[in-house]
C-alpha cells in the first residue's frame, strides 16, 4: 500500500500540538513559544500549504533567497535570518528581515549599528552562541558571551532581545539548551531561540520562546 503524502499542514498542527504538549508539561503556557518555520531551500509548493494554513513567521538563512522568495509576498508576514550574516549583506537584511538572529562578532555589530542608525529602523537582534565550541560553526564561545552582550549594548548601542544557539548534532540538546538559558539569564534576556526538527520539545522544557523547525515541518528536500 503506497503512504499517504506528505502534508505540511497537518505536519503544522502536529507540531503546534507537540509543542504544546511540552510546554504544558514545563509549566509554561503554550502561547510562549514561537514557530519558526524554516523555509529554507523549500519549493513554493511546500512552503504555500504552510502559509495557507496561518503560518506567519519564517526563517531563511540567506538573504538573497529569502528576498527571491518573499519580496511580493511580504505583508503580514514576519522574517527571520537565522543563517549566518555577511557584513556587506547588513543593509539588506535590515530592509528584508523582521529579526536577526545570529549576531556573532564586534564587525557585524558595528556594521549593524551604522546602518540602523543611517536606516532608522531596527530589527529585532538575537545573539548567537556557539554552546559546543565548535570551530565549523558561527556565534560567539560561552567565555566571550558576557562581554560581548555588553560590548552590543555599550559600545555599539544596540537593543538585543535574546540569545539564538545550534547545539552539536552528535551530543545531547539538553545542557546546550540548560547553558543558553544561564547565559541569558544573568544577561537580563528572556527570548531563547533554539531546538529544532529533532529537538524542540526538548527546547520548551529547557526555556525555549522560539523554535526553529524545518525538515518536520515541510519533509524531507
Known amino acids: ?29 503554550p ?11 523549500q519549493p513554493w509548493e511546500q ?14 538563512n540567506r538573504v538573497q533567497e529569502a528576498a527571491e522568495r518573499w519580496a511580493e509576498r511580504r ?13 556587506n549583506k547588513a ?14 562578532r564586534p564587525k ?12 532608522s529602523k531596527a530589527p529585532r537582534l538575537y545573539i548567537q552562541i556557539n554552546t559546543g565550541e565548535e570551530p565549523q560553526k558561527a556565534g560567539v564561545i560561552p567565555p ?14 544596540l537593543t538585543i532581545e535574546g540569545l539564538m544557539c545550534i547545539p552539536p548534532e552528535a551530543e545531547p540538546p539538553g545542557p546546550h539548551f540548560a547553558l543558553l538559558a544561564k547565559i541569558a539569564a544573568r544577561n537580563g534576556l528572556t527570548k531563547l531561540s533554539m531546538g529544532m526538527s529533532a529537538d524542540f520539545e526538548t527546547a520548551v522544557r529547557f526555556g525555549a520562546t522560539s523554535v526553529r523547525v524545518g525538515s518536520a515541518l515541510f519533509g524531507s528536500r
Not at 144 to 153: E, L, P, T
Request: hydrophobic fraction near 50%.
Open 91 to 104: 543593509r539588506e537584511a535590515l530592509a528584508l528581515f523582521d529579526v536577526i538572529e545570529t549576531v556573532d
Open 108 to 119: 557585524l555589530a558595528r556594521v549593524l549599528a551604522e546602518e540602523i542608525q543611517k536606516a
Open 1 to 29: 500500500m503506497t503512504a499517504p503524502a506528505f502534508d505540511p499542514a497537518t505536519a503544522r498542527q502536529d507540531i503546534l500540538d507537540r509543542i504544546a504538549a511540552a510546554a504544558k508539561a514545563a509549566g509554561r503556557a
Open 47 to 60: 512552503i504555500a500549504p504552510v502559509l495557507d494554513a496561518g503560518q506567519t513567521i519564517f526563517g531563511e
Open 31 to 41: 502561547a510562549d513559544v514561537t514557530l519558526v518555520a524554516v523555509s529554507k531551500q
Open 75 to 87: 505583508e503580514g508576514l514576519e522574517l527571520r535570518l537565522i543563517g549566518p550574516l555577511q557584513t
Open 144 to 157: 566571550d558571551a558576557d562581554a560581548f552582550i555588553a560590548a552590543c549594548r555599550g559600545e555599539f548601542g
